[in-house]
């Protein structure tokens, strides 16, 4: 991102906004409410318009957000799996990630029967399972007890290790060793 300015509502969100990534970073994006990390995000996974400046972005991404993106019906191993199929990724990727945030007791299970901690393990799951180069995580920590919290640190450092990148919009302060932290402002009035 270069230069960058979203406005929503007429409030601008950040202007002047640049960000820049490569291969092994996880970058921690911190601010009150309302001072644009979903946005920044859903700007960088091309899901909402930016007013100005240049966003480019090579390699695919998987969003984890407040939408949980998993057919509430199926169990959730075959909800997962219809994901899976849709990024390309082979099994393994599925069953590994089912296995990083502790849900494979969990697999036969309708995903609508899920807790709202599960829920959240199921949707970082989801991206996991993506072999996404980058990961968009969205207060990802949210509803995670600290031995989910702990699974999910594993599962970014493995992710950069291995040459991924990770945007984290997080609330809480980095318990891992991140490449950049970047805090946003409250947005102002458009004129």
Known sequence: MENVAVIRGNRIIFQGFSLSAQANDIIWVRGANGSGKSTLLRIVAQLLPNVSGKVSVEGNMALSDENLGLDSNLPLEKAL??????????ADNQY?????????????VPVRYLSSGQR???????????????????EPYNGLDSANCAR???ALLR???????????????PSINVTDSITLGTGRKAA
């Open 152 to 154: 999910l640190d594993q």
């Open 159 to 173: 992710h950069a290790g291995s040459g991924g990148i990770a945007l984290v919009a997080a609330h809480q302060s």
């Open 120 to 138: 959240r393990r199921a949707s970082l799951a989801r991206v996991i399972a993506s072999g996404a180069d980058i990961w968009l995580l969205d």
């Open 81 to 90: 799996a219809f994901w899976a199929n849709m990024d390309g990724a082979n």
């Open 96 to 108: 590994n990630a089912l296995a990083a945030m502790d849900l494979t007791a969990l697999t036969d």
